[in-house]
């Protein structure tokens, strides 16, 4: 941070995840106060930093501070957002930006009633180098107009890990969608790189399954993966894959009109290979290049951080746009496009794979046709909006997980239901 700039005080929703937004001295942010409802957790952190705790977050957002990090549950940022402007702070948020049409519509009018303030989508995967080089690459372009990509996000996990970061049978990793709903870690790298948004969605899922103990050591009630085929609005089409699948790995392919541009599946991490042909590359350039990349900028503090360094890039982006006041490339509409694909694409799942329109909030007429749309699969949702959470319907929890993931929450100090 530059010596004469004073530092942005921010605050931290959230304790689990919020943790790696804590630590951001060396960007300029000063912690002053965090919130959780966990209070044995929460006091430890704010111990850990000598700041102010809040159970509370009405009262936590009347604390002398400029910034909020929202990293509290999955589906209930939107409306932590909507107060987060009201009380006139510039807010990042964790994936997702909405969770339901009406939401995302709330937050839309909210986020320009509020006018000057920043709203930082915390999507952090297109920031890992081989992403931000495909964009660098993408852009100059040399590479033509993108025409067909494909990005994963494959997580799975042994039941009792699974089980330590879902404590309680309604936490939201045990009822959500998530090969859906969670599909911002494959599609933000492609929206990053192409400039393009997604229009339309299919969803489809594979299936529950009975006979893997990955998933019925627990109180998972969900499908174990899911795809979006999206039609972009250039007419690209992009397949977007994530969840439980064995084979763990993060992926991004790009197929431009006169190349390839995708990261490797092996051979190292962080490699990517670049693609041309023969008859058609430009002379004294290599058919193909294999290489690691180099982030663009920031190069040694990017590496030691999370997520492939997507975690400096979030704060960094968020820091520069508030000193800028300009809104960043990961701004509000294009979080509510990521998520609004995964909600509309759970729709399609649910109707036999049928294509649906993914809304664009940034126009008020279409956000009128949502505003009261409040379908989740959420099972505390009231009954005219539920949905089901497996394609399978109702998935019956055995009394053999429910007992494995009581003694693994117990295992990390949660003792509720
Ligand atoms: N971008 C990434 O790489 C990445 C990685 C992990 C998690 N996440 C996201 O971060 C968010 C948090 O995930 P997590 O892993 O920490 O798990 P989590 O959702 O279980 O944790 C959320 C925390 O928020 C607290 N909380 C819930 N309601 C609250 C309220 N009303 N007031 C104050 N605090 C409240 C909970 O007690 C908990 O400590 C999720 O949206 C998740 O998708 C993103």
């Not at 986020?111 to 890992?128: G, K, S, V």
């Not at 969608?177 to 899922?205: E, Q, S």
């Not at 529950?208 to 089409?237: F, K």
């Not at 009954?383 to 109702?394: F, M, N, T, V």
Request: aromatic share 12%; charged share 20%; net charge negative.
């Amino acid at each position: 941070m530059p010596a004469a700039l004073a530092p942005i005080r921010v605050g931290v929703v959230g304790v689990g995840r919020g943790r790696t937004f804590m630590n951001a001295r060396h960007l300029g942010f000063q912690l002053v106060a965090v919130c959780d409802t966990w209070e044995e957790k929460l006091h430890e952190e704010a111990g850990r930093w000598g700041v102010t705790a809040y159970t509370d977050y009405d009262r936590f957002l009347e604390h002398d501070m400029e910034a909020v990090v929202l990293a509290n549950y999955f589906h209930e940022h939107a409306p932590f957002a909507v107060k987060a402007f009201a009380a006139g702070k510039h807010v990042m948020s964790e994936c997702a930006a909405c969770h339901t049409p009406a939401e995302g519509v709330a937050l839309a009018r909210a986020f320009e009633q509020a006018r000057d303030r920043i709203y930082m989508f915390a999507e952090n995967y297109p920031f890992m180098a081989y992403n931000q080089e495909m964009r660098r690459l993408y852009s100059s372009g040399d590479f033509g107009e993108f025409k067909y990509g494909e990005a994963e996000y494959v997580h799975p996990d042994p039941a009792s890990v699974k089980n330590s970061r879902s404590c309680g049978v309604n936490h939201w990793r045990n009822w959500l969608p998530w090969g859906i709903y969670y599909c911002t870690h494959a599609l933000g790298p492609v929206m990053y790189i192409t400039d393009t948004r997604p229009v339309k969605v299919n969803g489809f899922v594979v299936p529950y399954d009975y006979t893997d103990a990955s998933h019925t050591l627990g109180a998972r009630r969900t499908d174990i993966a899911g795809i979006l085929m999206c039609r972009m609005d250039n007419g690209a089409v992009a397949k977007i894959l994530q969840g439980a699948l064995r084979g763990h790995g993060n992926y991004t392919r790009i197929h431009c009109q006169r190349g390839l541009l995708e990261s490797c599946r092996h051979g190292g991490d962080g490699q990517m290979r670049v693609r041309r042909e023969p008859w058609e590359k430009p002379e004294g350039v290599p058919n193909e290049v294999v290489y690691a990349p180099d982030f663009p900028q920031h190069h040694r503090e990017a590496t030691a951080a999370g997520h492939g360094g997507g975690d400096f890039f979030t704060l960094f982006h968020f820091a520069e746009a508030i000193r800028s006041g300009r809104q960043p490339w990961m701004n509000l509409y294009r979080g509510l496009d990521m998520s609004l694909a995964g909600v509309f694409a759970w729709r399609s799942v649910l109707a036999d794979s049928a294509p649906f329109e993914i809304p664009d909030f940034r126009q008020e007429a279409v956000r009128r046709q949502f505003e009261n749309d409040h379908y989740t699969p959420n099972p505390l949702a009231p009954e005219p909006y539920r949905q089901p959470a497996s394609i399978l319907g109702d998935i019956e929890l055995t009394p053999a997980g429910l007992a494995q993931a009581r003694q693994d929450w117990a295992a990390v100090g949660y003792h509720g239901e």
